[in-house]
């Protein structure tokens, strides 16, 4: 499948799983949060009462798999099984060589045929263990959580984190061996899930390499498309014009290389709460909060333009010590570490818990009652909410993902026909279904 392809049947495939019925909520996984093993249940709780359906998080390779060929379940198990019986799906950024592994823990298992082979070992046992039908949701999940609890399987990994970072890329940040991990990751995944998503690995736009200039070099390796179905961006920025001109060049660089139906990731975002500083992602807790909603809102009003899949915010509460290694990362959840709502989660939640459907409007296309004589008629329709997604349909047909200029693949047959069409927005709101009868006489 392209990855177009890809896109448009996840796509329809989390919206069609609902009922429906005008007005209805349907399952949306576009809001994410970042955040690791450290969520407890009360924080997949709240994460629940949120409206969070995805949680994005680094698998360390060691976590695992502690010592070679033989790996340990059961932390695993319990994290991604608990974010699934609340509704929240896993997306995991395997990451990290383990101390029997050749170099370091952030140098990239490509140095060898015994290295690359036990990193495809890996990422066949977790697509074993948690892709769909995987051994883990038809067994253990049910012991674990209940015969009711509903299982939500792994679709998409993202394949290592940040390797335009000499830190988390080691001795530093190559495209040529980023492109290598990527050459044995996909088949490796593909060949148990064939319909997995891989993703590139986030990057921040300012790293010691740039996002684009890594992305642009790695388009540049022969045949590199073939492994990877999305990209990802972490555009940490100081202000928002920052924030919008990385996520712009990447666009760029992708649509260049003839990739724009890639989808992009904003697999990490955020700005601390702590006060100001010369760095200036630290805004305070108000500024936070304002920092938030303006960053979201502008992804939502180009979501069809920078071809957005996903946004995660990083993180859900703060941890109980702040990280030296980044400025804002002590102070970037939505909560306080006591579990003090700060600013930033009523904001969060203004996205991805409010429960107002949008209204769909038909702009262009043959008008209710017409006769026509073009049997390939095009509509256009809109949404009153930005970065909504569409189900359209012709007559008695299915719904599927659509977008607007739409014309029937086939032409229609002389008689009676009906458009259909209904809005989904990004908290997964559904509008009411809204219809076009027309008639086709071409003779």
């Known amino acids: 499948m392209s990855r177009l392809a890809v896109g448009v049947a996840l796509l329809a495939a989390s919206l069609l799983a609902a009922s429906p019925a005008a007005g209805a909520t349907l399952r949306s996984e576009f809001y994410g949060i970042v955040q690791t093993a450290t969520l407890d249940t009360q924080d997949v709780q709240g994460m629940q009462a949120a409206g969070v359906h995805t949680n994005r998080f680094i698998l360390n390779w060691v976590w695992v798999e502690p010592t070679q060929n033989h790996f340990d379940w059961g ?7 608990e974010l699934a019986s609340r509704g929240i799906r896993s997306v995991p950024s395997i990451w990290g060589n ?4 050749a170099g370091g823990a952030a140098t990239p298992p490509t140095g060898g045929t015994k290295a690359q082979q036990q990193w495809k070992t890996l990422v066949k046992a977790l697509v074993t263990r948690y892709g769909p039908g995987g051994d883990y949701w038809t067994t253990k999940y049910h012991q674990q959580f209940g015969a009711s609890a509903t299982p939500l399987p792994i679709t998409a990994w993202q394949i290592w984190n940040e390797p335009n970072v000499k830190k988390y890329f080691t001795p530093y940040p190559s495209p040529g061996q980023y492109a290598r991990l990527l050459q044995i990751s996909a088949p490796a995944i593909k060949s148990i899930d064939p319909n997995a998503q891989v993703v590139l690995a986030g990057m921040p736009g300012f790293g010691d390499v740039t996002a684009w200039d890594f992305l642009n070099h790695l388009y540049g390796i022969g045949g590199i498309k073939a492994f990877f179905d999305g990209a990802a961006l972490h555009p940490y920025a100081k202000d928002i014009t920052q924030y919008k001109q990385e996520i712009q060049k990447v666009r760029k660089v992708i649509n260049g290389h003839g990739d724009a139906a890639t989808p992009l990731w904003i697999s990490e975002l955020a700005w601390g709460s702590a006060p100001p500083d010369r760095f200036g992602i630290n805004k305070g807790p108000a500024g936070q909060a304002q920092m938030l909603r303006r960053a979201f809102k502008m992804v939502l009003s180009n979501r069809t ?5 996903h946004l995660f915010w990083y993180h859900w509460r703060d941890p109980k010590r702040s990280r030296a290694s980044c400025s804002f990362c002590g102070s970037a959840g939505l909560l306080s570490f006591n579990r003090t709502a700060k600013p930033a989660l009523n904001a969060f939640k203004s996205f991805t818990a409010e429960k107002i459907a949008p209204n769909v409007t038909i702009t262009a296309g043959p008008a209710q009652g017409s006769t026509i004589s073009d049997p390939t008629p095009t509509f256009r329709f809109t949404s009153s909410e930005a970065g909504s997604s569409f189900l359209c349909k012709f007559d008695a047909k299915a719904f599927a993902a659509c977008s607007a200029p739409l014309t029937p693949k086939a032409a229609l047959a002389d008689g009676a026909h009906t458009f259909s069409v209904r809005a989904i927005d990004v ?17």
């Not at 932390?75 to 099984?81: A, C, E, R, T």
């Not at 333009?305 to 899949?309: F, G, L």
């Not at 908290?427 to 003779?443: E, P």
């Open 98 to 101: 383990p101390d029997w592994v």
């Open 75 to 81: 932390s695993s198990d319990k994290f991604i099984g």
């Open 305 to 309: 333009a920078w071809n957005i899949q």
């Open 427 to 443: 908290a997964g709101n559904a509008s009411v279904i809204v219809s076009r009868s027309f008639t086709v006489k071409t003779h």
